[in-house]
């Protein structure tokens, strides 16, 4: 069930993108969900035939929910314009410096997060969160993927490196791009 706040987009699987409104829409899995301008708030069904809810807003995402994940819903950064990462490579060949960090840090997308006690996992281009009762961001730079915790805790997988994080509230982690990294597709 999805209770949308602002304007909020939906495209469903080989659909168009429509304005949600109303509350109690029911999205198939697979929806995708554009919440740069509003935010939404989803209650899915968890273990045990319980629910569990989730509000994210900020960015545009794709929502799975795997039967075998148990009840986790899986969330997919999607858009952005990654075709400007290269620029920083450019910027300091040419001598520019100083610009070139703004290439690296300026966000390509983002999305925030928040749950109490759900089983939700937020994926982005170099590693994914697993957040239980907290609140996050998951910010996609040129630079790899950033998580933000700004309350509980998020156990960050970092693609490049093999290895699972703890991030806690006010802390942060970047799972950087590696040259070599396989890259996963979803």
């Known amino acids: ?9 939906v495209k469903r699987p080989g659909g168009r993108w429509k304005r949600l409104a109303g509350v109690g829409a029911e999205l198939p899995v697979g929806t995708s969900i554009d919440t740069r ?3 939404i708030r989803l209650t899915t069904a968890a273990r045990n035939g319980k629910k569990q809810t989730g509000s994210f807003g900020g960015g545009v995402m794709k929502v ?15 858009g952005g314009d990654f ?22 840090r300026d966000p390509v997308r983002r999305l925030w997060g928040r ?3 759900g089983r939700f996992r937020t ?24 998580t933000v915790v ?4 998020v156990v960050v997988r ?23 990294a396989a890259r996963r597709r979803h």
């Open 158 to 180: 970092d693609f490049a490196r093999h290895r699972n994080v703890v991030v806690k509230a006010g802390h942060r982690y970047l799972a950087r791009k590696r040259a070599n």
């Open 1 to 9: 069930m999805a209770e949308p706040t602002g304007r909020v987009r």
């Open 123 to 146: 994926y982005g281009r170099h590693s994914q969160a697993t957040v239980r009762g907290t609140r996050w961001l998951t910010k996609d730079t040129c630079a790899g993927t950033l």
């Open 64 to 78: 799975r929910q795997p039967l075998r994940a148990r009840g986790r819903v899986d969330i997919y950064l999607r």
């Open 37 to 39: 301008r509003g935010s």
């Open 83 to 104: 075709s400007r990462c290269g620029g920083a490579r450019r910027a300091r060949r040419s001598g520019v410096g100083a610009n070139a960090s703004y290439f690296r």
């Open 150 to 153: 700004t309350k509980g805790a």
């Open 115 to 117: 749950d109490r006690g």
